[in-house]
């Protein structure tokens, strides 16, 4: 799985219902540590980038937008609470940094993703040429 | 890659996608792909946005105490991932969802999660709710 990619990784954490079952004392603990694991990685320079998110937001679907729902799911393992920008080389040193979460052992999951230079929209949806030299 | 600003105000927009585009003929991709080139451009420039990328659709999900689980991508085919994210540097949650209904790719099925960017991590602000109705409470 050691697949390069000059344009970093982004780690998506998944779960906003791990603290749930904590008490005080391991949320503290668990909310410590992460906060030392990001400037721990920002002061390497292994990450560029992290923030938590807050537990509202809305969804916005349809043609023009026209659908706007309250999300995500409160207690939901996929709702994303946070993500990291990763300003490595390699899915394995990426992975190594995402198996560190402090948030695993209590159920939230880590998401690791190439960052592709396209725009964000178009993602992958470029001509086959074009994606095979992002993906170089 | 660029470095990006660190803040903590403003939304990030993450667009939950399936594989649409595989759909598309090469002259609708190659135009929709300049729509959003603009989209993005426009808000760049007018600093609404301070970054944003695509993300490959492929990658790892990390699970299980001590991260041991550890499953590749790619994803399944049409199942629905995050294809990207946009950082907002805008004052209020509704000008940071009026900017999501303008995302040209919701014409094809796409949603986009419009969530605020907080300096509090999630526990950190159940163990501060804690603490308000620690204090609340009857003696």
Not at chain 1, 113 to 124: D, F, K, T
Not at chain 2, 44 to 51: I, N, P, Y
Request: charged letters at 20%.
């Amino acid at each position: 799985m050691n697949t390069q990619n000059q344009n970093g990784y982004m780690l998506i954490f998944r779960g906003n219902d791990w603290h749930k079952g904590l008490s005080p004392e391991e949320m503290q603990n668990v909310s410590e540590r992460w906060m030392a694991w990001f400037k721990g990685l920002l002061e390497e320079g292994k990450a560029v980038a992290g923030n938590p998110l807050a537990p509202e937001g809305k969804i916005v679907s349809g043609k023009s937008g026209r659908v706007v729902a309250d999300g995500p799911f409160a207690e939901s393992k996929e709702a994303v609470g946070g993500y990291f920008l990763l300003n490595v080389d390699s899915m394995d040193e990426a992975v190594a940094i995402a198996q560190m979460c402090p948030g695993l052992p209590h159920g939230a999951k880590v998401e690791v993703r190439p960052v592709l230079a396209e725009c964000p929209l178009s993602g992958e949806a470029v001509p086959d040429a074009q994606l095979a030299g992002a993906a170089a | 890659m660029n470095a990006i600003e660190m803040s903590n105000n403003g939304y990030l927009l993450l667009f939950h996608t399936s594989d649409w585009w595989k759909n598309l003929g090469r002259e609708e991709l190659e135009k929709y792909v300049a729509q959003s080139n603009e989209w993005i451009g426009q808000l760049m420039t007018s600093g609404k946005a301070s970054g944003g990328q695509g993300l490959a659709r492929s990658g790892a999900v990390i699970s299980s105490k001590n991260g041991r689980s550890v499953t590749d991508g790619p994803f399944a085919e049409s199942k629905e991932v995050v294809g990207g994210y946009l950082l907002l540097n805008v004052e209020t949650f509704e000008e940071a969802v009026a900017i999501a209904k303008t995302a040209p790719n919701l014409g094809f099925g796409s949603k986009v999660e419009v969530r605020p960017l907080t300096d509090t991590c999630p526990a950190q602000a159940r163990l501060e709710e804690l603490k308000r109705e620690e204090e609340l409470a009857p003696a």
